[in-house]
């Protein structure tokens, strides 16, 4: 055993010492680095035969050496206080952490003292243990009541005072007390067009030509999508804007952005974190359009620069559905006690009385409208600005969805198109099919049906309200054909044209056709 101590000792030691050198040396090279005293004595041995040069070199070499001193000494205090208040952030956060581990604690005491609560609330309701209802609060609004009650009976509704809808629930509040407008229930179609011609110019200094207004006051009776193309500058915008001014309800613009992928960047989405509805201003829009008779527009301002298949798809599919009971979007698959009051089961009726104008320009920027958006829209060409004229200070106008449509019905029997034009149409029909490849559709002529009517009741011509249709939703489509080995073809349809219709009757359609030949 006296072996081992003595190794033991021996071993130890040796090492110690080795630790002790380390520090001596350490010790030694800093008080070498600092021994001041003994770089005066080197100096001055040398500085007695230094000359003139040399005592500069010699100045500056001292300068520089204590330069260098001073930056290690500054980058270490700079390296202390950044340690300094890295561990001050690490306590902190640690102090944090703690402080949201009680908070954490408390909450699920506070939630399970919650749940024991809405379960007596239950109970008393009528819910039983058995029912599938849920309770979020411990206390109800009083003015939601009578709802819980009918709500306790029904299966799967989450009763809850939580309002995940805040812009519907302020609309629901608004029109508690609405009182509708005195309605101009005398004015007709045609005097709509000129009225609306005249405040545009009197008003806010926009200049249209009449049959623009026509054609777009004819559009809105045969299709709930107009779309407004042409080149920029051209008053695609300010249309639909000046017509919801016309009829003091202002136009809701939705400026579609290129990142749109879906229909939750026009309708909104529930945020399952927040357990709030983010709420857009046209889901808000088609949500009060079901409390008022009001004309309600809501523009798709620059609708090509993102795919309209993508974020409109379903509102395309609901508008083809032939019986407007049907028109229904889904907006959560729960219901709430606390949703808004038009919101049936989660899901959120179209009205009527709303039409949708997207505006589109055709460039490197923007996307080709395909024909399934075409033949659901009624496109209106705006291609030219504008000429200015003088008009007198011109009121606005209040008008009704209901006297509208009774407008736009009146019309469909009054100015039905003629079985002569029907008759030649079938015969265009036919004649395009045969050398084109290229079929109206019964929808288009559905639409035809509905257009040309209302159009002669603005104040145009039925043969004029045709021709517009055939150009911009039959020949239209031929443009996806391979142009350049049909222009005889198309030459023989101008021939035909006027030939069956009258020579220069058909002027727009054959104007396009023309073009279609130029540029191919």
């Not at 290690?72 to 952030?89: E, N, P, Q, T």
């Not at 002669?456 to 391979?482: H, M, P, Q």
Request: proline letters at 2%; a negative charge.
């Amino acid at each position: 055993m006296d072996g081992f101590l003595r190794w033991f000792f021996e071993f130890i030691s040796e090492m110690l010492q080795g630790y002790a050198t380390i520090f001596r040396g350490v010790g030694e090279g800093i008080l070498k680095i600092f021994n001041v005293k003994k770089y005066i004595d080197i100096f001055k041995s040398y500085s007695e035969k230094f000359t003139t040069a040399e005592w500069i070199l010699a100045i500056l070499a001292i300068v520089l050496v204590i330069a260098v001193y001073f930056i290690i000494a500054l980058l270490i205090v700079m390296g202390i206080r950044k340690y300094i208040r890295f561990r001050h952030s690490i306590v902190s956060n640690e102090d944090l952490l703690e402080e949201i581990t009680v908070l954490q604690k408390q909450v699920i005491k506070m939630v399970k003292e919650k749940d024991e609560i809405m379960a007596m609330k239950v109970a008393q309701i009528g819910g039983g243990s058995g029912s599938a209802l849920s309770l979020s609060q411990t206390d109800f609004e009083n003015e939601d009541a009578e709802n819980i009650q009918q709500a306790a009976g029904e299966e799967g509704i989450i009763i809850t005072s939580t309002r995940r809808f805040s812009k519907l629930f302020e609309v629901d509040m608004f029109y508690k007390d609405y009182t509708p407008p005195e309605y101009d229930n005398e004015i007709t179609l045609e005097g709509i067009c000129e009225r609306f011609r005249l405040f545009a110019c009197s008003r806010m200094h926009l200049y249209y030509d009449i049959k623009t207004i026509r054609l777009f006051v004819a559009g809105m009776a045969s299709t709930k999508l107009i779309i407004l193309q042409g080149i920029s500058g051209t008053g695609k915008t300010s249309l639909p804007y000046s017509f919801g001014k016309f009829l003091q309800v202002d136009t809701t613009i939705a400026s579609v952005q290129p990142s749109w992928r879906d229909r939750t960047e026009l309708f909104g989405y529930f945020n399952e974190f927040t357990k709030n509805f983010n709420e857009t201003e046209v889901l808000r829009r088609i949500y009060e359009a079901s409390y008022n008779d009001n004309v309600n527009l809501i523009l798709l301002d620059e609708m090509n620069i993102a795919r309209i298949e993508y974020y409109f798809a379903e509102m395309l599919s609901i508008l083809e559905m032939p019986n407007a009971d049907e028109w229904e979007l889904d907006i959560v698959p729960n219901v709430w006690s606390s949703d808004p009051v038009n919101l049936d089961h989660g899901k959120l009726r179209i009205p009527q009385n709303i039409w949708y104008i997207g505006t589109a320009n055709n460039d490197d920027s923007t996307y080709a409208i395909s024909d399934k958006v075409y033949d659901r829209a009624q496109p209106i060409n705006l291609d030219a600005k504008g000429v200015e004229f003088e008009a007198e200070d011109t009121e606005p106008l209040s008008l009704s969805f209901e006297h509208l449509n009774a407008m736009f019905n009146e019309a469909f029997e009054k100015y039905p198109v003629s079985e002569e034009n029907l008759k030649k149409i079938h015969q265009l029909d036919l004649w395009v099919i045969d050398k084109l490849r290229v079929a109206f559709g019964n929808r288009i002529i559905k639409q035809m049906n509905m257009f040309v009517p209302v159009y002669v009741a603005c104040g145009g011509d039925e043969l004029d309200g045709i021709d517009y249709v055939l150009a911009t939703k039959i020949f239209r489509k031929f443009e996806s054909l391979n142009l350049a080995m049909l222009r005889d073809e198309l030459k023989e349809l101008v021939v035909y044209m006027n030939k069956s219709f009258g020579k220069n009757r058909m002027a727009e359609s054959i104007a396009y056709l023309e073009r279609l030949q130029k540029l191919f």
